[in-house]
């Protein structure tokens, strides 16, 4: 089992839905999570921590389920711009952050 | 306000050639680290430095060597080039070591090996 899984998508999406992606990590000591996202051919970027509460940023939500061993991420009213891929991060081992491969979300006009 | 540079952006090579991919941050931060990023697998780590004189190795460091150079600088060597390492390379660096922190990301050097 990888440490870190996520659905490769695409998600293809129109403007103003609500989409909603998951990421499964097997380490159930892991402590911190994130969510980043990669434009294409670009560099990722951190898009939110994701916190044991649950997080809200503006438009997406991000939230954790330690008993399930998940973490997911809520996009509502989907914009073009939103169309990138969204890799899920987790310390899953010692100190170092294990990279999910990513799901592919494209927002259609 | 440059972040994370990495040089080269483009590279093809031999099989066999070495090279060495050069980072550096103007941010002041501790650690530092080189991921690839291959199709379908994420981006796995290579090495990281958590703070400057040590380095260690991540999950995939065969055929790599690194220098964490100063604060500033951490460099990826290729000694002997393999068609395997045929990757996008990231260099990153984050202020906080153990995986806590926010990853700032250089814009990935495009390796080619034939």
């Known amino acids: 089992r990888k440490e870190v899984e996520q659905d490769p998508g695409p998600f293809n999406v129109p403007e103003g839905a609500t989409v909603a992606f998951n990421c499964t990590y097997s380490n159930s000591a892991s402590q911190s999570f994130f969510w980043y996202r990669q434009d294409c051919r670009k560099e990722p970027k951190l898009l939110m921590s994701?916190?044991?509460s649950g997080n809200e940023d503006g438009r997406f939500t991000a939230q954790l389920n330690r008993a399930s061993q998940y973490i997911s991420l809520l996009i509502r009213d989907s914009k073009l711009s939103d169309s990138a891929t969204y890799l899920c991060v987790v310390n899953a081992y010692g100190n170092k952050l294990v990279f999910g491969a990513g799901t592919i979300l494209r927002v259609k006009s | 306000n440059a972040g994370v540079t990495q040089t080269p952006k483009f590279q093809v090579l031999k099989t066999g050639q070495s090279m060495t991919l050069q980072c550096a941050q103007d941010m002041n931060h501790n650690s530092m680290y080189w991921y690839r990023q291959d199709p379908g697998m994420g981006l796995r780590l290579i090495y990281y430095?958590?703070?400057?004189?040590?380095?260690d190795k991540g999950e995939v460091p065969n055929g790599y060597n690194v220098s964490r150079l100063n604060k500033r600088e951490f460099s990826l060597r290729l000694e002997s080039a393999a068609p395997s390492q045929t990757s996008v390379y990231f260099c990153?660096?984050?202020?906080?070591?153990?995986?806590?922190?926010?990853?700032?990301f250089g814009e990935g050097s495009r390796l080619t090996v034939l």
């Open positions: 990153a660096s984050s202020e906080l070591a153990g995986g806590s922190g926010e990853l700032f």
């Open positions: 430095s958590a703070s400057e004189g040590t380095t």
């Open positions: 994701v916190y044991s």
